[in-house]
């Protein structure tokens, strides 16, 4: 069993910066596959970033390249995404996505709304 729970969403103005956090707990007999998810309003679910499982090279959606980063703090085990440059299709709900024994959990999101 696995839990996600996403913070540090928020409103922001274009061109400012926010990091979300992704805390895992449970998943303790292999280590979860993870990723960032968002969904923009009236839009389908997206891929935004996560680390390639082969060799764990940061991969990102071409929307967000340049701008996102992923990082992983293996010891508070949580999944972070540093936004920079945010712009207002950005707007979205953002959700950590975990894969543990071939299931996938999902978090509750956190928002995030672009506006000046």
């Known amino acids: 069993q696995v839990q996600l729970v996403e913070s540090g969403g928020g409103l922001v103005r274009p061109g400012g910066s926010l990091r979300l956090s992704c805390a895992l707990s449970?998943?303790?007999?292999?280590?979860?596959?993870m990723a960032w998810f968002r969904q923009a309003p009236g839009k389908q679910r997206e891929f935004v970033a996560k680390?390639?499982?082969?060799?764990?090279?940061?991969l990102y959606a071409d929307a967000v390249k340049g701008r996102f980063t992923i990082s992983t703090d293996n010891a508070r085990r949580t999944l972070d995404l540093q936004m920079n440059n945010i712009q207002p299709e950005d707007t979205a709900v953002y959700y950590c996505?975990?894969?543990?024994?071939?299931?996938?959990?999902w978090g509750q999101g956190t928002r995030v709304t672009v506006s000046s």
């Open positions: 449970g998943g303790l007999f292999e280590q979860p596959v």
């Open positions: 680390f390639d499982v082969v060799n764990s090279d940061p």
């Open positions: 996505k975990a894969i543990y024994l071939g299931i996938p959990y």
